[in-house]
Structures are given as C-alpha cells and as structure tokens.
C-alpha cells in the first residue's frame, strides 16, 4: 500500500505542476527540469508550481505523521495536534513571532515549536501525564484550543488591516507562499525527524501493547511516551510554521492510512496519506473553483469536518470516544 500511496504522490506533484491556468506540457517540464530555458513556463514552473508542490507534499507528509503519533500513543483517534490544541500552540507562537517580533524562516519555526511543546505538555500533564487516553485529554485539548484562538483573534484585532489580512491568510493554511528557501527549511527538518520517526514505529507496537506489557518488555514507558510527543510536536510545528495550520491533514491521515493498511498503525502510509491529502486539496483549491483560487486549508475543513462528526458518532455508538 505504501507504494500505491507514493505512486499517488508522484501523480498529484506532476498535476500540480503540470496543469492549472496556465498548462506545461511534459516536454517542456523534462526540458525546464533539464536546465533549459522555456519562455513563460519556466518561471511558472521553477518559482511558483514545483516549490508549491514540495512544500506541500512534505508538510503534508509532516502532519500525517504526527496525527498518527499521537492517535497511536493516546489510543484516540480524536487525539490529533489540531484537535487537542497543539496546532493551535504552534500557530498561536508563530502569529506572536510574525506580528510581534517580526520572525520568518528558521527563528519562526523554533517559536512555533516552542509554543506547541508548551501546549503538548499542559495537556499532557493536566491529563495525569498521559495516563488519561479519552475524554479528559480531549477536553483539555480543546480547552487550550479555545484559549489559544481567543488570543490569535486579539493578536488581530491589536495590529494593522494589512499585516492582520496576511496573518489571517497564513491562519487558514496555504501554500501560495512557498519558495525554494521555505522547501529547504521544511525539507531539512523534515529530514532530521525521520530517523526518529523510524525509530518511533517499533515502540509505538511495543507501547500498543499496553503499558505494563511494555514495561515488563523493558521500555521505559514515561520517557518513550515524553520523546513520542516531542517528536510529533516537532513535526507539527516545523510544518505549521511553513505553511500555516492546514486544518484536518493530521486529523485524518491515521485513520485513512489504518484503513489502507488493516488496520494496522502504518507510519509510512500516514505520511504519504498526509501527502495526498494535501497535494490533492491543493490541486482542487486552484481548479475546481474556475478563476477563484482558495488556500489549500479551505478544501481540507470542508473534507475534515464531515469525518469529524462521523467519527464522533461512530465513537459514541461503540463508546471508543472516551
């Protein structure tokens, strides 16, 4: 399944790139891929599409795997980043670098870090350092999520119109601004996760197992659990800080990339899931709307909130949501 997944990644990159208002044909990509030349196409191709579709792909990837992190770790599939307000600490951070303190690249990518780690472990501290797994974490997720906005939403209304229009653009997750040197911050730090990350999927089947079969297996349980949520964190945030809090992608990769694989916890297939959920969203965002071109985190709502309730419904019918 994994390799169908980044099949469908490759596809969704070569359409981003390739078609929209303006088409590039095949030829003429290989060409610009190449070092050529191509009037027209090769600034649409180089400067706009093809950073667009990286960066899209890798924060993508980036939040498929944090949801799935957490959802595994807290044994809820309520207990994504953007649902228990760690999106929101890292998006709260980054508004504050950004209006503030004037951040942008890697100095707003450690804020936003900063803020969601915070958030991660009040809650996680408020829900009895974790052992607290169903409503009580989610509730204070929420809690801090709630707070957290009222704060973005006095941010605006404390700034001027244009700086708060820009701010409230980043706020719904796009991609519009993506250039080469964002790629490279998010690509690096993307980069430097994943060997934790790999490392990460055999304790999460370790820690499935439950924690005093876990323990009795000789893993120390608080310190994986605590490495766990940095790790995810990390991901959130560095992704966050690159392209704004794209809604729903970390909500509803795990659960999509556990369907495709059995039902089994697939860190792999949730990352490429993430990445298809975002190339694809941003792909209908710039051509199903005819001229209209909205932010990729537009089309992701619209996905997620229906999955939102149905899982809510669907948990309260089995009494699995806590």
């Known amino acids: 399944m994994a390799w169908l997944l980044g099949a469908g990644v490759v596809a969704l990159v070569l359409a981003n790139v390739l078609l929209g208002s303006y088409t590039v044909s095949p030829a003429d990509l290989v060409a610009i891929l190449g070092g050529e030349t191509v009037p027209g196409a090769s600034f649409i191709v180089l400067e706009d599409r093809l950073p667009g579709a990286v960066v899209g792909a890798l924060a993508g990837a980036a939040y498929g795997l944090s949801g799935s992190l957490f959802q595994t770790l807290l044994r809820n599939p309520l207990a994504s980043p953007d649902v228990i307000g760690i999106g929101y600490g890292a998006a709260t951070a980054a508004v504050v670098g950004m209006l503030v303190f004037g951040l942008q690249g890697l100095p707003l990518a450690l804020a936003s870090f900063a803020g969601a780690l915070a958030v991660a472990l009040a809650v996680y501290a408020l829900a009895d350092s974790g052992r607290h797994t ?3 974490l ?54 430097l996760l994943l060997p934790f990350a790999a490392l990460a999927g055999s304790r999460l089947r370790i820690l499935e197992l439950g924690d005093d079969a876990a323990a009795g297996l000789g893993l ?22 690159v392209t704004g809090p794209i809604a729903f992608v970390a909500f509803l990769a795990g659960p999509l990339a556990r369907m495709l694989s059995g039902g089994r916890t ?4 949730s990352a490429l899931t993430g990445a298809v959920l975002v190339l694809g969203a941003d792909f209908l965002a710039g051509n199903a709307f005819g001229d209209t071109q909205l932010p990729v985190g537009v089309v992701t709502g619209a996905l997620g909130a229906p999955f939102l309730l149905w899982l809510l419904v669907r948990s309260n019918k089995n009494g699995t949501g806590g």
């Open 134 to 136: 169903g409503g009580r």
């Open 138 to 191: 989610i509730l204070t997720g929420i809690g801090f999520a709630a707070m957290l906005q009222a704060v973005i939403s006095y941010l605006l209304t404390r700034t001027d119109v244009r700086t708060a229009g820009d701010a409230l653009h980043w706020l719904v997750g796009s991609l519009s601004s993506s250039n080469w040197e964002r790629a490279a911050l998010l690509g690096g730090a993307v980069a």
């Open 220 to 241: 120390d349980v608080g310190r994986t659990r605590l490495g766990l949520v940095v790790l995810g964190v990390a991901l959130t945030a560095v992704a966050t800080a």
């Open 266 to 269: 697939h860190l792999a297939c």
